[in-house]
């Protein structure tokens, strides 16, 4: 019997998605983390979180190294499968030490200071591993048939839920409290003729304890990321996974493919991308304007040279100018939404209410991999709704934005509205720039060309969110444009009660 062209295997669309879940994972998880670790009583305190946004964007160290060696070596030759072995080495190694050298410091010289310098070290390794994941994980993906992408998008979705979960489990992120450290002391004063008895009492700002220590909350991680390991291992041994992989690696049926496409190009007549929609083949975008740029100089040759070319095309089907808009649609979303709107949301849901700023950051993780899930079922190939959309997420970060410049006092502060429109704002930033990056994947992997365009995506991936953290670090450490909203709980509690004696 036949096989279906759109069919896919249960067990490898599985492991393909344990492998997605591993990519951001261990970064996710420490931003999630983050105020149980500064609760504790890291050394760091708040500026941590500074900490780690520079570290994340020295990860880039890894992209920008893989990128050169891909350069150099020989054309015949890919780098991803043993790069992708190390890196989930080295992630299984630094999440496992995580559990037991998270807490512990060392004095700087630098700046007379006690750090977290195990940790931080950590989170350096994590950072390059996540970083290097879109420029190896991706050209692996491509490797199998192009269904399997958007489930590979829908695991990276988990990488930031399932730490979110498990902190909502945790307790992460509850209200801090006022609560007395003393009993009851008299202090007796005199004011003019009167005598008065002051009945005090001594209070402080705690910060509730998780339901369970940051060691079993790195446990889980390590486990996860083992795992996500795991999973790339059987993807690359399984028989039912070099079943999926040898779909397209039969160069006939490939070539059998492209030329069909371009007889499709060819023989219709029909304008099919005014509205800049590409048609499908598969998922595939075809447009006839520039099909006829790019098989104009074969009009006389015999249709085994035109198969010959059409695999050779750098930019696909789609043409120079179209691929180079979508990288640059492509990294403006990720320069907005991994390091300039992350940069800020402290400033822009704190004043709201620790509540609201913990609902919006977990309703972001939850729509992120509700909309890849989404994408998977039906990819609607249209380079002009890609735009409408990144000008509609643009439109809602902006609106991030604005409550991060006007803290302390935001918007329809203290209000029901605020809290809804805040969260809103960011699950719409979340949803559709998710949608966006997933459009745009699928995209360059329906393209005959695909793993150099996939190449381009995970490096234009990096570029983005490496600008966007160099331009917001100096803006909220350096020239402290956004000010901090901490309400104190112990703010107006009455310290004593005056008694009037005589």
């Known amino acids: 019997m036949e096989e279906k062209p759109d069919s896919f295997s249960w067990p490898v669309l599985f492991l393909v998605m344990l492998f997605g879940s591993g990519t951001w994972l261990a970064i996710n998880a420490l931003w999630v983390e983050l105020p149980l670790l500064v609760a504790s009583g890291v050394p760091e305190g708040y500026t941590l979180g500074s900490y780690l946004i520079v570290i994340t964007q020295a990860g880039n160290l890894g992209p920008f190294l893989f990128t050169i060696a891909t350069y150099w070596a020989p054309k015949n030759k890919k780098l991803e499968i043993p790069v ?85 489990i945790q307790g ?28 005090c009492r001594d209070w402080e700002v705690v910060y509730p304890k998780g339901r369970f220590s940051s060691e079993v909350f790195f446990g889980f991680l390590f486990v996860m990321t083992f795992i996500s390991s795991t999973s790339f291992v059987l993807l690359n041994f399984l028989p039912v996974a070099k079943k999926e992989r040898s779909r397209i690696k039969n160069k006939a049926q490939e070539v059998e493919d492209v030329s069909t496409s371009t007889y499709m190009l060819k023989s219709n007549g029909k304008r099919d991308t005014e509205d800049g929609e590409v048609r499908e083949q598969d998922t595939s975008l075809m447009s006839n304007k520039d099909s006829d740029e790019n098989t104009e100089e074969n009009k006389n040759v015999d249709s085994d040279d035109i198969k010959i070319k059409s695999l050779n095309l750098p930019f696909g089907l789609l043409g120079r100018r179209r691929v180079i808009y979508l990288l640059v649609l492509l990294g403006w979303i990720n320069a907005l939404t991994n390091s300039i709107l992350p940069s800020v949301q402290t400033y822009s849901c704190g004043p709201y209410s620790m509540q609201t700023f913990h609902l919006a950051a977990a309703l972001d993780n939850i729509v992120m991999p509700i909309v890849y899930l989404t994408v998977s079922f039906k990819l609607y190939s249209s380079i002009t709704l890609v735009s409408v959309l990144t000008f509609l997420c643009t439109l809602a970060g902006s609106y991030c934005m604005l409550t991060a410049a006007m803290s302390p006092t935001p918007p329809l502060q203290f209000s029901a509205a605020g809290d809804v429109f805040v969260i809103l704002a960011w699950m719409s930033v979340a949803g559709l720039s998710s949608y966006v990056k997933a459009t745009i994947g699928g995209i360059m992997r329906s393209q005959p060309n695909n793993r150099r365009l996939l190449l381009w995506f995970g490096i234009v991936t990096q570029i983005g969110s490496f600008v966007g953290a160099v331009i917001m670090f100096p803006l909220v450490n350096v020239f402290n444009v956004f000010e901090e909203y901490y309400k104190d709980p112990c703010e107006g509690v009455d310290v004593c009660v005056e008694e009037v004696l005589y």
């Open 84 to 168: 992708i072995y190390i890196l989930i080495s080295l992630a299984s190694l630094s999440t496992f030490l995580m559990i037991f050298f998270w807490d512990v410091t060392t004095y700087w010289k630098v700046d007379n200071m006690e750090h977290s310098t195990i940790m931080l070290i950590l989170t350096f390794l994590f950072s390059t591993i996540a970083c290097t994941t879109p420029v190896t994980y991706l050209p692996f993906i491509s490797r199998f048939p192009g269904k399997y992408l958007m489930y590979y998008f829908i695991g990276e979705g988990f990488s930031a839920l399932l730490p979110s979960i498990v902190t909502l």
């Open 172 to 199: 992460v992120g509850e209200q801090p409290k006022c609560v007395p450290v003393s009993d009851v002391y008299t202090n007796i004063t005199m004011e003019g003729n009167s005598t008065v008895e002051l009945q």
